[in-house]
């Protein structure tokens, strides 16, 4: 098995998870990062610098097909609504929109060369389930959202899409809010299955999105440890 995969964000935390268990079953894997020499060494893989706010995309890097895409990068910005400004909603806006689209842009004619092509992209449970002060984080991947029912009906039947959306997960994004075991354990709490998201676990759904999930496409799949569907009495 050969799959050609491209993972944005592939440095640390979920893209770095999803890097390991694609290449472990032989998949030809590239990422892209600002810093990828930071990057786990992974036999095989190839990494790439770019910054998903500001540089050309590196075409050059692309092979002559993919059978898939991963958009990673995100943001977890939580402030009361009086105190964000129209700037933090941009950039939140940028980088978990705009670095996609200009992903999925620039990748688009190689993915279709390629075979049973898909596209796995990130939103959060905030989206679906009203929280307080993630006002900027909530509207910029509720517009992700948007973006792959909308190219999930466009793409289709050569490219499937789909998003995931977690809860609070233990990776270097979040570290500020689970740095100590009372804040794991109150995170832990407020889930009907008393557990917070692992990096590995989401790697392994969008690895499933990947390479297995033939029949689903449009679809954005909570892993929030029943956060937004459940309430307990």
Not at 1 to 18: D, Y
Not at 59 to 82: A, H, M, N, Q, T
Not at 184 to 207: M, V
Request: aromatic share 4%; with cysteine.
């Amino acid at each position: 098995m050969s799959n050609p995969i491209l993972i944005v964000g592939g440095r640390s935390g979920i893209g770095a998870a999803l890097v390991a268990s694609l290449a472990e079953r032989g998949h030809q894997i590239m990422h892209l990062s600002r810093e990828p020499e930071k990057a786990p060494d992974v036999q095989g893989v190839r990494g790439f610098r770019w910054d998903a706010l500001g540089d050309p995309f590196p075409r050059d890097c692309l092979p002559e097909r993919l059978d898939g895409v991963v958009y990673c990068p995100g943001s977890i910005r939580l402030k009361p609504f009086g105190r964000l400004r129209e700037q933090e909603f941009r950039d939140d806006l940028e980088l978990n929109l705009m670095g996609a689209v200009r992903t999925l842009q620039a990748t688009m004619e190689v993915l279709k060369r390629g075979d049973q092509g898909s596209v796995v992209l990130f939103s959060t449970v905030a989206v679906g389930t009203g929280m307080p002060f993630h006002a900027s984080v909530a509207a910029a991947k509720g517009a992700v959202e948007g973006l792959t029912r909308s190219l999930a009906a466009e793409f289709a039947p050569d490219i499937r899409v789909n998003a995931i959306a977690p809860t609070i997960t233990d990776t270097p994004l979040a570290s500020r809010l689970l740095n100590t075991e009372e804040k794991r354990q109150s995170a832990a709490e407020r889930h009907p299955l008393k557990q917070i998201g692992s990096a590995s676990e989401l790697a392994e759904t969008a690895r499933w999105l990947l390479t297995d999930a033939q029949m689903v496409t449009g679809q954005v799949i909570a892993i929030d440890a029943g956060l937004s569907s459940l309430r307990m009495l």
